[in-house]
């Protein structure tokens, strides 16, 4: 008989990954495309102030899980798409815009319009885990590189960036909900 070897599995330790970090982000690749052909999972600190904006992936699903902290949250169709503002957005069945804390868990099919906000003064921390990989592997990557200026990002970069990345940007990026 002969013996199949299977690829072995991961282990990634606590402190362990590799991670990208700027004044305004840090970002911890746990899993990536070498690793699973499923996801990648990263371990995302999400400053005071940040608000990711609401977009939408036509391919890509997505889960967050919070660690730590508290961010505003949101996962539905509005009943309409208004201003640059997504946290006082309503769904149709009434759904709206809740306080994530530690435990909760969002899953975003595709096509289904999301978005995160740290309005704290506390950094927030969670779980990220995107499907398929590598798209968001590099995204990151690259984003971070955008936000590394010190400078307020280029709303121009960031458009053509997601716009690469199958994110359809709905509301602005943003650094400070003041």
């Not at 700027?22 to 690749?29: G, H, L, M, R």
């Not at 769904?91 to 969002?106: E, F, Y």
């Not at 280029?154 to 909900?177: F, K, V």
């Amino acid at each position: 008989m002969t013996a199949h070897l299977a690829r072995p599995g991961l282990l990634v330790p606590p402190g362990h990954g590799r991670t990208l970090t700027t004044a305004a982000q840090q970002v911890t690749f746990k899993v990536t495309g070498e690793h699973s052909r499923v996801s990648s999972s990263f371990e995302v600190v999400v400053p005071p102030g940040f608000d990711v904006g609401a977009h939408l992936h036509t391919r890509s699903e997505e889960l967050f899980y919070v660690l730590e902290g508290e961010l505003d949250v949101m996962a539905f169709e509005p009943r309409v798409r208004t201003g640059d503002d997504w946290r006082h957005w309503r769904a149709l069945d009434g759904r709206q815009v809740v306080r994530a804390t530690p435990g909760t868990v969002i899953v975003v099919p595709p096509g289904c319009p999301h978005a995160f906000a740290n309005p704290t003064g506390e950094p927030a921390r969670m779980f990220f885990q995107a499907s398929p990989p590598p798209d968001h592997e590099r995204y990151f990557e690259e984003l971070l590189t955008l936000l590394d200026t010190g400078d307020p990002p280029d709303p121009a970069a960031i458009q053509e960036l997601r716009a690469r990345y199958d994110i359809e940007q709905l509301t602005p990026l943003r650094h400070d909900l003041s």
